[in-house]
Structure formats: C-alpha cells, structure tokens
C-alpha cells in the first residue's frame, strides 16, 4: 500500500493558480505512474492529468494549456500546477498511483478546489 497525501487546495477566483502537491510513501516512487484525477458533486471521478515513470504526459482536453503535472521522484512528490482557472474546474482533487507492472493502484484523501468570485 502506497500512503498518497494531497495539500494545496483551496478557494481562488477565476483566472487564478494553484499548485496541487501529492506526496508518497512508498520506496518505489519511481516504478509508479501518478495521475490527478479530479471529482464534482454528483459527477464521476475523471482523469486530469497523468505523468509515467519516464515522464510522459497526458491531459484532460479541458485543461490542456492550462494544467502541467510533474514529479520529482528524489521527493517522491507529484505536482499539478493549475492556471488559468474556471469555476469547472471547482472539485475534489485526487492524487492516484498505479505500479506499472503489477497494476496496483492507490488513492489520496483529496483536497478540495473551489473556483468562485
């Protein structure tokens, strides 16, 4: 089991920033891909973005441009830099890590993001 704790979140107006961090505990860091997975009352739980071991990136089409996911495995910390903000991007954001070979996955408490005037 991998302990996976976001920080970050808040309340910030439209147009503003966020820096979502997500640490881990597990020795491994590097053999795990890490995602951010984003969840709104009443709306399933969906992909935001994602980074591989090897650094690759993927994105919801709705922030690309806006949203940059990276990690830093000495740190074993995974970070999502939100800019630009609108109020749908207003949710629980979850931190998720998925062993690459075993397909173990792991989830975070969540924090919460609110985007409002």
């Known amino acids: 089991q991998v302990q996976l704790v976001e920080s970050g979140g808040g309340l910030v107006q439209p147009g503003g920033s966020l820096r979502l961090s997500c640490a881990a505990s597990t020795n491994i860091f590097s053999i795990y891909t890490m995602g951010w997975y984003h969840q709104a009352p009443g709306k399933q739980r969906d992909l935001v973005a994602s980074i591989t071991s090897g650094g690759s990136t993927n994105y919801a089409d709705s922030v690309k441009g806006r949203f940059t996911i990276s990690r830093d495995n000495a740190k074993k910390t995974v970070y999502l830099q939100m800019n630009s903000l609108k109020p749908e991007d207003t949710a629980v954001y979850y931190c998720?890590?998925?062993?690459?070979?075993?397909?173990?996955?792991?989830w975070g408490q969540g924090t919460q993001v609110t985007v409002s005037s």
């Open positions: 998720n890590a998925r062993h690459v070979f075993r397909g173990y996955e792991d």
